[in-house]
């Protein structure tokens, strides 16, 4: 029985340790990575690397500008502030109020055609009331002024104001002389008789421009223009002849 046992060989010997590898299993000068995982292979795409954008600082000249001309438009912005402020206490403390005028009296000593080179002479006297009615401030009438009498667009004649000084709750009567002439002036005496007829009356007007001085306590400013328009509404232009004033308004305006 013990001759029919046979003992076959075994090929793989359990107890001897695993055998070295004889041959890569990579071939030589290849590298893994070329291969790739055939694993995860198709699956992620290839890695990009992200390149952050470098914005491009603004010249420092440029950002000077800009808080130059943010500085100085603050500065302005205060200096009007200051100047509103001023003028407002100003205006509480003093209480300005616009000089009044009236024209009283009007006398014509001259209005003559002459034929020869129709030409008008005219010569007026005029009273004028001017007041201030202010408590604080003092006017200073400067030279320089002009006051005009005229009929619609025609200039009669002219003169000028005296140079004075108005205080305080003061007013002043002027008494002030016209002279003038006038070309052409047959046309003009036409429609001053052909008015006197239709209506009764003439209408005629007075400009007054002058220059004054304000003075706020013991402040004197600079100077600035009155213009007074002043409308008059008289029964006749006729020379040495009495002359009624049936309605007289003024109006003030005051330029810087």
């Not at 100085?72 to 109020?97: D, E, N, Q, Y």
Request: hydrophobic content about 35%; glycine content about 6%; overall charge positive.
């Amino acid at each position: 029985m013990a001759d029919h046992q046979k003992i076959h060989p075994v090929g793989h010997d359990v107890e001897a340790p695993p055998a070295t590898p004889t041959a890569p299993l990579v071939p030589r000068g290849v590298s893994k990575s070329d291969q790739g995982d055939p694993a995860v292979a198709g699956h992620y795409p290839p890695f990009k690397r992200t390149i952050p954008v470098m914005h491009s600082k603004p010249p420092k000249r440029r950002s000077r500008c800009c808080k130059c001309l943010c500085w100085t438009i603050s500065l302005l912005l205060l200096l009007v502030i200051l100047i509103a402020a001023a003028v407002g206490i100003m205006f509480l403390v003093f209480r300005p109020k616009l000089p009044k005028f009236s024209v009283d009296k009007l006398e014509i000593t001259q209005f003559n055609l002459n034929n020869n080179d129709d030409t008008l002479n005219a010569t007026f006297d005029v009273t004028i009331t001017a007041t201030n009615p202010n408590k604080r401030i003092g006017i200073y009438y400067e030279g320089g002024s002009q006051i005009s009498g005229w009929y619609q667009s025609t200039q009669l004649c002219e003169g000028a104001l005296p140079k004075f000084y108005q205080g305080h709750k003061n007013t002043t009567v002027l008494d002030l002389a016209l002279t003038g002439q006038t070309q052409n002036a047959t046309g003009l005496i036409n429609a001053l008789s052909q008015q006197r007829q239709e209506t009764g009356n003439i209408p005629l007007g007075l400009k007054v421009k002058q220059p004054v001085k304000i003075k706020l306590g013991s402040l004197k400013l600079f100077t600035v223009k009155f213009r007074v328009r002043c409308t008059l509404i008289v029964d006749n232009v006729a020379a040495n002849n009495q002359i009624t004033i049936s309605s007289s308004s003024c109006k003030f305006r005051l330029r810087l």
